[in-house]
């Protein structure tokens, strides 16, 4: 199972991006898909996540400005980054709770590579 993490990139204060992660793999189930942020210095914190009824959560700073969606059909989680301000500046990564074919109960956490978002003043 590999999670695929794309469209982190430089941005204005202000501006807007869209991350995407594609999980693939030998998957029978995701629960939960999630993104997480680390900027330098700082612990990896929860960003928002989204399970697989569309009920999502979403770090308080980033509530009104950050949408979480997914569709299961592809198995990709997004996340609708607006009115970015520079302390959003950090690697995101995204997260999920998957199921692997042939494993009939429990949950496996995986990881995806990374992306930067920069957000300049």
């Known amino acids: 199972v590999q999670l695929q993490a794309s469209g982190g990139g430089l941005v204005q204060a202000g501006g807007s991006l869209r991350l995407s992660c594609a999980a693939s793999?030998?998957?029978?189930?995701?629960?939960?898909m999630g993104w997480y942020r680390q900027a330098p210095g700082k612990q990896r914190e929860l960003v928002a996540d989204?399970?697989?009824?569309?009920?999502?959560d979403y770090e308080d700073s980033v509530k009104g400005r950050f949408a979480i969606s997914r569709d299961n059909a592809k198995n990709t989680v997004y996340l609708q980054m607006n009115s970015l301000k520079p302390e959003d500046t950090a690697v995101y990564y995204c997260?999920?709770?998957?199921?692997?074919?042939?494993?009939?109960?429990?949950?496996?956490?995986?990881w995806g590579q990374g992306t930067q978002v920069t957000v300049s003043s």
């Open positions: 997260n999920a709770q998957i199921r692997p074919r042939g494993i009939l109960r429990g949950l496996s956490e995986y």
């Open positions: 793999g030998n998957i029978f189930s995701i629960k939960t």
């Open positions: 989204i399970n697989s009824d569309g009920i999502t």
